[in-house]
T-cell receptor, first 112, second 112 residues
Framework: SAVISQKPSRDICQRGTSLTIQCQVDSQVTMMFWYRQQPGQSLTLIATANQGSEATYESGFVIDKFPISRPNLTFSTLTVSNMSPEDSSIYLC?????????FGQGTRLTVV | AQSVTQLDSQVPVFEEAPVELRCNYSSSVSVYLFWYVQYPNQGLQLLLKYLSGSTLVKGINGFEAEFNKSQTSFHLRKPSVHISDTAEYFCAVSQYDYKLSFGAGTTVTVRA
């Protein structure tokens, strides 16, 4: 299994500002994944973060809007930049362990 | 690329009645299949997964699912539900890269 801690658990932010979400895993992992869950919708993969290389972004997501850091094998951050109300979502960090994905509790972001 | 279709957006069911949640997927290659549950205001939890082998998979909390390759389906069942099964259920698929594609979700509401 894997224990994933995300911070903050929730935040209310002003439009135009940026928020950095932290994800800490209890053991080393090669890949970390960031997902977004918009209100009332399913989860969508934003990007895959590998240690020592640039993150790989899915279609519709760009580095300027969602910069990701992966300084070591247990930690990653996702920044939501220049926020607008449309960015209001739950952002989840995930890791894979033995073909099973484990998720953090998520960060509930509200942009006003 | 793969996609997932959950055929029922909402399923109301009475306590102790059976429930089936339908999931179909499309993929040009072999996939791994998962069902996740999200209880109100909580994170995602894995119910069960199919990687290979027996097509009938048993998971936690009395849930089971059957993989049908010819029909590209992975339906979830429980013979007798409890009030505590009220939650959002997500079907998901991934390939070797462990990136998950989620269905839109099915809201199960169990009534006494």
């Amino acid at each position: 299994s894997a224990v994933i801690s995300q911070k903050p658990s929730r935040d209310i932010c002003q439009r135009g500002t940026s928020l950095t979400i932290q994800c800490q895993v209890d053991s080393q992992v090669t890949m970390m994944f960031w997902y977004r869950q918009q209100p009332g919708q399913s989860l969508t993969l934003i990007a895959t973060a590998n240690q020592g290389s640039e993150a790989t972004y899915e279609s519709g997501f760009v580095i300027d809007k969602f910069p990701i850091s992966r300084p070591n094998l247990t930690f990653s951050t996702l920044t939501v930049s220049n926020m607008s109300p449309e960015d209001s979502s739950i952002y989840l960090c995930s890791v894979d362990r033995g073909a099973e994905a484990f998720f953090g509790q998520g960060t509930r972001l509200t942009v006003v | 690329a793969q996609s997932v279709t959950q055929l029922d957006s909402q399923v109301p069911v009475f306590e102790e009645a059976p429930v089936e949640l339908r999931c179909n997927y499309s993929s040009s290659v072999s996939v791994y299949l998962f069902w996740y549950v999200q209880y109100p205001n909580q994170g995602l939890q894995l119910l069960l997964k199919y990687l290979s082998g027996s097509t009938l998979v048993k998971g936690i909390n009395g849930f089971e699912a059957e993989f049908n390759k010819s029909q590209t389906s992975f339906h979830l069942r429980k013979p007798s539900v409890h009030i505590s099964d009220t939650a959002e259920y997500f079907c998901a698929v991934s390939q070797y890269d462990y990136k998950l594609s989620f269905g839109a979700g099915t809201t199960v509401t169990v009534r006494a």
